[in-house]
């Protein structure tokens, strides 16, 4: 188990969210579809790094550093006797090819050079340690976790770990002796500690609770062709059932994530949960869960 996993971020739910049920326009939707390839790309990374003998290495991942007012990103740090190892995890899929130190699509198009990312991110990685007074030694390298990658005139001098090269990496690095110590852990928490959270509105278009598709959705497959007996929710895409007390504690979730200063009222969750006919289950449900704030006709729930 990894030193601090990994989790999904609010861009994404909310990107997800949205993407269900609104119209996302175009570029927002190369934003999250480029989110959920990421994401996905880290978590096939994150199956192969759980295969490290947790006793020599210490896996912190998805940090957001600062450095001078300099925010940069590493994906997972492996942190081990001697050599601590920053990866930048891509997943790229199908052919790209390699050009006086740029990468570009087939179509010629230019892809933003992973090299570059890590140059930079290494770079502010060093001042970053060297402020907290760290001398340690560090070797960045970008994986390629897409088995469907392939990079034609691919350079051989690069911290570069392609696909077929990524279980013999980890082989090797699970075989060096390494053992763990208190300075190891204190680097982990100081990186954890250090970690900064920034505002998953800024790359979402802008969205009101109006143009949203209303209804609970499907927990598996995201469809709104459900329907309800007051027990059951049931997904008539892919025959999914969930109990109605749980459908509609996510839909409040959702609608709380995406716009956290709303007040939750039964009105406003019987709306938003539209096939749920009974506005006092609706009352039930709530009272349950949430704590009630004020009174008769003014009551919200927190
Ligand atoms: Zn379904």
């Given at each position: 188990?990894?030193?601090?996993?990994?989790?999904?971020?609010?861009?994404?739910?909310?990107?997800?969210?949205?993407?269900?049920?609104?119209?996302?326009?175009?570029?927002e939707?190369?934003?999250?579809s480029?989110l959920?390839?990421?994401f996905?790309g880290?978590?096939?990374?994150?199956?192969?790094?759980?295969?490290?003998?947790?006793?020599?290495f210490?896996?912190v991942n998805?940090?957001?550093?600062?450095t001078?007012s300099?925010?940069f990103?590493?994906d997972?740090?492996i942190?081990?006797?001697?050599?601590?190892?920053?990866?930048?995890?891509?997943?790229?899929?199908?052919?790209?090819?390699?050009?006086?130190d740029?990468?570009?699509?087939?179509?010629d198009?230019?892809?933003?050079n992973?090299?570059?990312q890590?140059k930079?991110?290494d770079?502010?990685?060093?001042q970053?340690l060297?402020?907290?007074k760290?001398?340690?030694?560090?070797?960045?390298?970008?994986?390629f976790?897409?088995p469907?990658?392939?990079?034609y005139?691919?350079?051989?001098?690069?911290?570069?770990?392609y696909?077929t090269?990524?279980?013999?990496?980890?082989e090797?690095?699970?075989?060096?002796?390494?053992?763990?110590n208190?300075?190891?852990y204190k680097?982990?928490?100081d990186?954890?500690?250090?970690?900064?959270?920034?505002?998953p509105?800024?790359?979402?278009?802008?969205?009101?609770?109006?143009?949203?598709?209303?209804?609970?959705?499907?927990m598996?497959?995201?469809?709104?062709?459900?329907?309800?007996?007051g027990?059951?929710l049931a997904?008539?895409?892919?025959g999914c059932v969930?109990?109605v007390e749980d459908?509609?504690l996510?839909?409040?979730r959702e609608?709380q994530?995406?716009?956290?200063?709303?007040?939750?009222?039964?009105n406003?969750?019987?709306e938003?949960?539209?096939v749920?006919?009974?506005?006092?289950?609706?009352?039930?449900?709530?009272?349950?869960?949430?704590n009630?704030?004020?009174?008769?006709?003014?009551?919200?729930?927190?």
């Amino acid at each position: 188990m990894a030193f601090r996993e990994r989790t999904e971020s609010d861009e994404l739910k909310i990107f997800r969210i949205l993407n269900n049920r609104t119209i996302l326009p175009s570029k927002e939707k190369q934003i999250y579809s480029n989110l959920e390839k990421g994401f996905k790309g880290e978590v096939m990374f994150d199956q192969l790094t759980e295969g490290l003998n947790p006793n020599k290495f210490l896996i912190v991942n998805d940090l957001l550093l600062e450095t001078n007012s300099t925010t940069f990103q590493i994906d997972s740090f492996i942190i081990s006797q001697g050599t601590h190892f920053p990866c930048e995890v891509k997943n790229f899929e199908g052919d790209y090819y390699y050009k006086s130190d740029q990468f570009f699509a087939m179509n010629d198009t230019e892809i933003q050079n992973p090299l570059d990312q890590i140059k930079r991110s290494d770079a502010l990685l060093r001042q970053f340690l060297q402020k907290k007074k760290y001398s340690i030694s560090i070797k960045s390298n970008v994986f390629f976790v897409n088995p469907a990658f392939t990079l034609y005139q691919a350079p051989r001098d690069k911290p570069i770990i392609y696909p077929t090269q990524l279980a013999k990496f980890l082989e090797e690095l699970n075989a060096r002796t390494s053992i763990l110590n208190d300075d190891h852990y204190k680097l982990a928490e100081d990186l954890v500690k250090e970690h900064k959270t920034i505002s998953p509105y800024t790359r979402l278009p802008p969205y009101d609770y109006y143009q949203m598709k209303k209804g609970p959705c499907c927990m598996v497959c995201h469809s709104f062709t459900v329907s309800s007996d007051g027990t059951i929710l049931a997904c008539h895409s892919c025959g999914c059932v969930e109990y109605v007390e749980d459908a509609i504690l996510r839909s409040v979730r959702e609608l709380q994530l995406l716009f956290p200063d709303i007040k939750i009222t039964t009105n406003l969750i019987f709306e938003w949960c539209q096939v749920i006919e009974s506005r006092k289950q609706i009352r039930r449900i709530l009272k349950k869960h949430f704590n009630k704030m004020g009174s008769r006709h003014s009551t919200y729930y927190i």
